[in-house]
């Protein structure tokens, strides 16, 4: 079960939270429309290479990611790529591939947070599978990960 260790972490932290299943779907805005959801309520992550580190940038879904912000904040004046999902999946052992959550401290690596995110009172996201979703307040989501916010 891929959403193990996101709802063990959760459910450790006291969070409330709303577990969704779907047919399966494989982008962001095909989830949001299969769960009922807006699209800038649903969150898609984009797994990026920073200065050689593996990072995670989470957006809408109906936003794209902007390298050039993103670079600003990380001050790395390096490049920043994005990531081939061979460099990427080993990483997530317990996640199907392309459905991690938003969760990169579980993983060891930096999140970087779209700011538009942040003007909604919850966030839904890939629960480790391309059938189920995990709906929780932003808030939450904030002081669990502590991600970058560009």
Not at 63 to 69: E, K, M, Q, T, V
Not at 110 to 133: K, P
Not at 140 to 149: A, C, G, S, T, Y
Request: charged share 25%; net charge negative; hydrophobic share 40%.
């Amino acid at each position: 079960m891929p959403v193990k260790k996101l709802k063990d972490f959760l459910d450790k932290n006291h969070i409330r939270y709303l577990s969704i299943k779907h047919s399966p779907a494989f982008t962001a805005q095909e989830i949001a429309e299969l769960s009922h959801i807006h699209g800038k309520l649903m969150a898609k992550v984009v797994m990026l290479m920073i200065d050689e580190k593996m990072g995670m940038a989470v957006t809408s879904a109906d936003h794209r990611i902007d390298l050039a912000s993103l670079r600003d904040k990380t001050e790395s004046g390096g490049e920043i790529l994005l990531a081939d999902e061979k460099e990427f999946k080993s990483m997530f052992p317990d996640c199907e591939v392309g459905a991690m959550p938003p969760f990169g401290n579980l993983y060891d690596m930096d999140v970087y947070v779209d700011s538009s995110l942040g003007n909604n009172r919850e966030i839904v996201f890939n629960a480790g599978s391309h059938t189920e979703v995990i709906r929780m307040s932003y808030a939450d989501f904030e002081r669990l990960v502590n991600p970058k916010i560009f």
